[in-house]
């Protein structure tokens, strides 16, 4: 008996963070995904990921996509990767290689500073009971309970879901921000409805309060306001090999 979720695009975001959650937690042992296990988790306790249909070229199975998909059992000593398939790809060849390369370069690091490599520990933050939320909970829910805070209440919820997102940025769990940032869109609508019947002067300082608030997880990989990695130096891990540009003559 293997104990199964899936994880798709009509779970709600919170519910997302919360099967992550279990998941990390062994509440459950398989998460299958639905186009959405590539880039921005990360999860030290995956120690297999296993790839469907990897021959079907095309966006979700492009020579990135595998890479990124099979990044994600990177985190744990024991990671492996099974990729399913018919034939071998020119997508699956590329994914493959530059994994063994980074593989190479990863392994010669790591002897030339003796370092012995170990799973990554990492501490199961629970964002959803910081901010009071429970699993079962739906959107609609959670709109109700918006609608019956005070705007001071509102203010406070918007300040702790910002130090929650920008905390899960900086623990590279972007899901979680990204999922944080699109609650805390709609908790500045209901407020923003609120203050439409305070005096104008009232809405004009709780606005620029408001305008302070950061709601953006930045880039595609959703860091918020965090500092950026240093650059890896040619054969450190993550650098990748260099390439020349040639010029055509006429």
Do not use: C, W
Request: net charge neutral; aromatic share 2%.
């Amino acid at each position: 008996n293997v104990r199964v979720r899936y994880l798709h695009s009509e779970v709600d975001t919170l519910g997302r963070i919360q099967i992550l959650r279990d998941l990390r937690l062994g509440e459950f042992d398989v998460l299958v995904g639905i186009n959405l296990l590539r880039e921005g988790l990360d999860l030290p306790e995956v120690s297999l990921v296993a790839i469907l249909d990897a021959d079907q070229e095309g966006f979700l199975r492009s020579s990135t996509s595998l890479i990124q998909t099979i990044g994600r059992a990177a985190r744990n000593v024991s990671g492996q990767v099974i990729l399913y398939a018919d034939k071998i790809t020119g997508a699956i060849q590329a994914a493959v290689a530059e994994t063994k390369r980074r593989r190479e370069i990863q392994m010669e690091y790591n002897e030339r500073h003796n370092i012995a490599p170990t799973t990554i520990r990492k501490a199961v933050n629970d964002i959803l009971d910081t901010l009071g939320y429970q699993a079962k909970e739906s959107r609609k829910v959670r709109r109700q309970q918006h609608e019956e805070m005070e705007i001071e209440d509102l203010r406070e919820l918007l300040g702790q879901m910002e130090s929650a997102m920008l905390e899960a940025a900086r623990n590279l769990e972007f899901e979680a921000a990204a999922a944080l940032r699109d609650e805390m869109q709609s908790v500045k609508k209901q407020l923003n409805r609120k203050l439409e019947g305070l005096p104008i002067a009232d809405q004009i300082a709780l606005s620029e309060a408001l305008s302070k608030i950061k709601t953006d997880v930045g880039t595609a990989r959703g860091v918020a306001e965090v500092e950026p990695r240093k650059a890896p130096q040619p054969g450190e891990p993550g650098s990748r090999p260099a390439r020349s540009r040639s010029r055509s003559r006429r």
